[in-house]
């Protein structure tokens, strides 16, 4: 491979919570103290322990030579390298400068969105697994998540069950869903099918909908994301989509994501409430390292990372199914996370989840408690690492965790 994805790449004291949980501040880092004689292994918090694109560092570099940063606007190669990047890598056609929004992040857009399309205390669909950031902020600032359950079918793919989102829906009176794609913490990747009979289910009750979209880029095994905002007319015009280059690239320290809205009403109210927040406003740097990150140089280096992360992924559900008798796990479509079903070992063994935990990061393996995914029994894993470093990982709890 031209770039390095095997170096083991020590962050400590680099300003990264994966290696200092005792810094979280969010209050979900994995609970325990590692034992004598065993080194660290982030598996938890969804960054990725590879050095970026250079293309990516070679721009911010460029620009921190200059010893000035003021006050300043976007610049026409930031909505350029957008509107380049999603025609490219995912066909779309239309995109325009104006339908291009700055967001502080997903999350913040998401709640910006929220603020628009509901009332205070409404209840919003969401699918479960729902991811964390959604079940702490969402819930906080007053909305009533109702989740509608994904199913594995018999080869284990998660799917929507559309029956049962028209009937929450029509239940709870639901206005807007937040949609995740791909979806996070399961990893799958949304076919064209489903999207079409999800946004059929949403435009029938006349539901807006908030896309997550910020896992686009990281698709596996040739699997294809479809915008959201493809599948339709209708759904072009009731879908707030949300994209950042931070989990393609490892830039969530950076801070910067975007909206894309078709929908000249829509649009104009959610950055109008974007905007009262003040300070919703983008880093210099963050903008260089998005037109860095767009350029064909990263893109190459993208391509490499995704067969680094399906041999990682394949490796680990591999070694799962072979060694831990009662944990299901279904191989991700996109993402680099991993989501273990622990329900049927936890009995087996007569053990507790909170057990489990420990004992994996007694040896080193910090992993993320599934409950937070609203999952009981459940584990999220982190495989954005060097293949070395997730086999060792996977020894250790052979040998010291499911036992």
């Known amino acids: 491979m031209k770039y390095d994805f095997t170096s083991i790449l020590n962050r400590k004291g680099k300003d990264a919570i994966a290696v200092a949980p005792e810094e979280d501040p969010y209050g979900i ?23 970026t694109a250079p293309a990516i560092c070679e721009a911010v570099i460029e620009r921190a030579k200059h010893p000035a940063f003021g006050y300043f606007d976007l610049r026409p190669e930031y909505y ?33 969105a929220l603020r628009v399309l509901c009332s205070d205390g409404e209840n919003v669909l969401v699918h479960a697994p729902t991811y964390v950031g959604f079940l702490e902020e969402v819930g906080r600032v007053g909305y009533h998540l109702i989740p509608s359950e994904l199913k594995k ?18 239940k709870y009176h639901i206005h807007t869903a937040i949609f995740c794609s791909p979806h996070n913490p399961t990893g799958r990747v949304w076919e064209r099918e489903e999207l079409e009979t999800a946004f059929a289910v949403f435009e029938a009750n006349d539901v807006y909908v908030v896309a997550d979209e910020i ?40 801070v910067g994501s975007y909206h894309i809205i078709y929908n000249d009403y829509l649009r104009a109210r959610i950055e109008r409430e974007s905007s009262l927040t003040v300070y919703n406003a983008p880093n210099v740097l963050s903008m260089y390292a998005l037109i860095g990150g767009y350029k064909e140089e990263s893109e190459e280096w993208l391509e490499e990372l995704r067969l680094v992360l399906s041999e990682n992924l394949h490796f680990a559900v591999d070694f799962i199914k072979a060694n831990f008798e009662g944990v299901d796990v279904s191989m991700p479509e996109g993402t680099y996370m991993l989501l273990l079903d622990c329900g049927d070992w936890l009995k087996a063994h007569d053990r507790t989840i909170d057990e489990l935990l420990r004992r994996g990061v007694e040896v ?28 060792e990982a996977f020894q250790r709890l052979k040998e010291y965790a499911f036992v």
């Not at 609203?374 to 060097?386: E, G, K, S, T, V």
């Open 80 to 112: 350029d390298s957008i509107i380049r990047w999603h025609e490219k890598r995912n066909g779309v056609k239309g995109l325009e400068k104006k339908h291009i929004g700055y967001q502080n992040g997903v999350l913040g857009g998401v709640l910006s």
């Open 153 to 170: 079918d018999a080869d284990g793919i998660w799917r929507m069950d559309y029956e049962d989102m028209d009937a929450k829906i029509k």
């Open 215 to 254: 896992w686009s880029d990281l698709i596996l095994d040739g699997h294809t994301h479809i915008p959201s905002q493809s599948v339709s007319d209708d759904a072009r015009n009731r879908t707030v989509a949300l994209y950042a280059p931070s989990k393609t690239f490892n830039l969530a320290g950076l």
């Open 364 to 391: 080193g393996v910090l992993w993320q408690d599934g409950r937070q995914f609203n999952r009981p029994d459940a584990i999220r894993m982190n495989l954005a690492l060097p293949n070395a470093r997730v086999r």
């Open 29 to 51: 880092a994995p609970k325990g103290n590692i034992k004598e004689g065993f080194d660290l292994i982030p598996m938890w918090v969804a960054d990725m322990n590879f050095p």
